[in-house]
Every structure is written in C-alpha cells, then in structure tokens.
C-alpha cells in the first residue's frame, strides 16, 4: 500500500524560500520515479519536478527549484527558492511505477493530499 504525505507549505513572502517534503511509503517498485505537481485554482495541474528512484532528476519547472530525494529516510524533498505569487498553488507528491518519470499527472499512479502554498 503505497501512502504519500506531503508537509512544509505554508505562506510566504516574495522572495522567500520554502522546502516542501512528502514522505514516502510502499513497495520500492511502486515508487520508480517521484516528483511534485502543482495546481492552482481553475488551472491544470502541471508538473514541477521528478526524479527516479537512481537520483536521476527528469525534469525541473524552474531553476528555483530543486528536487532531492533520501532513500534511507524515504523522503521526497523540493526546495523553491525565490518564491513569486505565481507560486501560489496546492502542491502535490506524486508516484509512479513506470520506468521513466513523465510530465503528466496521468503517469503517476500514487497522490498525496497535498500542501498549500501562498505566496504574497
């Protein structure tokens, strides 16, 4: 049973910075590839960032953010440095079997709830 919890969001100040982290449990074969998505009112959601279970990061939406992972503590972290208001959104942990880590949300099979994050 693969369970996904995300904290760290919270309100922030343009410019800050925030470290969203999502603890992972499950079957190392549920989990190949983790990433964030985000999604703010009315829009898509669209992904942030991904990683393979090899460290490998697939993809970053921006050059603030950084995704990282800690295989011995089962944590998925994504540190945003610079946050703008157009940060603003719930921001997802998401998992995946498949062998590669996608771009759409289609390809994960495993959510957390989310965390909120607003930036003003």
């Known amino acids: 049973h693969v369970q996904l919890v995300e904290s760290g969001g919270g309100s922030v100040q343009a410019g800050g910075n925030l470290t969203l982290s999502c603890a992972i449990s499950g079957a190392a074969d549920s989990n190949r590839c983790v990433g964030w998505f985000r999604q703010a009112p009315g829009e898509e959601r669209e992904a942030v960032a991904s990683?393979?279970?090899?460290?490998k990061v697939y993809y970053t939406l921006e050059g603030r953010f950084t995704i990282s992972q800690d295989n011995a503590k089962n944590t998925l972290y994504l540190q945003m440095n610079s946050l703008t208001p157009e940060d603003t959104a719930m921001y997802y942990c998401?998992?995946?079997?498949?062998?590669?880590?996608?771009?759409?949300?289609?390809?994960?099979?495993?959510w957390g709830q989310g965390t909120q994050v607003t930036v003003s």
């Open positions: 998401a998992s995946s079997n498949k062998f590669f880590c996608g771009r759409r949300a289609r390809d994960y099979n495993y």
């Open positions: 990683i393979y279970t090899d460290g």
